[in-house]
């Protein structure tokens, strides 16, 4: 069975950080790149960063460039996301989503990371 | 940074209708435009890709239509489960941008 399960979110402080993982089943992780997108609560969706199968290629959306750090143990089948400084407007459901021919066709349920004092 | 307009906002339709959404993006994307659904607590669903290729499992009453700057979701004949909210993406450049989402509810 395929799946993408996030874990790491959780309530921390403005300037804080945190670091999310999302262990990858069913599926040869190594073979696709991965993406990371968040939902603030009652909002859209937003392209946070993007990782290729062997790491060649990173991309981040300028709201995190410099915060965020995108990585993958394709070893270990697992996708991660270093969150640094961390603001109130990074709270979100953060989901982790296979890339298929540039789409993201598979995601886990999320993980909710709440920024507060 | 391309921004997609989804229109309209909210499309309040009974079961048995025919339900269109559109999509309009701020320069061209060419075909590369997918179709998200998302039901509350849930991640979205991949429906269209290519602005036209259904995504594996998804019924045949989902479509897709267009290119350039103006794209269409069309469900044939509403089914209850497809109450949701919708989203058009783009992946002709970085960053990737979604559409603010469409809700569609029951009449």
């Known amino acids: 069975e395929v799946q993408l399960v996030e874990s790491g979110g959780g309530l921390v402080q403005p300037g804080g950080s945190l670091r999310l993982s999302c262990a990858v089943t069913?599926?040869?992780?190594?073979?696709?790149?991965m993406n990371w997108v968040r939902q603030a609560p009652g909002k859209g969706l937003e392209c946070v960063s993007y990782?290729?199968?062997?790491?060649?290629?990173?991309y981040y959306a300028d709201s995190v460039k410099g915060r965020f750090t995108i990585s993958r143990d394709n070893a270990k089948n697992s996708l991660y996301l270093q969150m640094n400084s961390l603001r109130d407007e990074d709270t979100a459901v953060y989901y982790c989503a296979r890339d298929r021919a540039g789409w993201p066709d598979l995601w886990g349920q999320g993980t909710l990371v709440t920024v507060s004092s | 940074e391309i921004v997609l307009t989804q229109s309209p906002a909210t499309l309040s339709l009974s079961p048995g209708e025919r339900g269109t959404l559109s999509c309009r993006a701020s320069q061209s994307v060419s075909s590369y435009l997918a179709w998200y659904q998302q039901k509350p607590g849930q991640a979205p669903r991949l429906l269209i890709y290519?602005?036209?290729n259904r995504a594996t499992g998804i019924p045949a009453r989902f479509s897709g239509s267009g290119s350039g700057t103006d794209f269409t979701l069309t469900i044939s004949s509403l089914e209850p489960e497809d109450f949701a909210v919708y989203y058009c993406q783009q992946r002709s450049n970085w960053p990737r941008t979604f559409g603010q989402g469409a809700k569609l509810e029951i009449k």
């Open positions: 290519d602005a036209s």
């Open positions: 069913g599926f040869t992780f190594s073979s696709f790149s």
């Open positions: 990782i290729s199968s062997g790491s060649t290629t990173i």
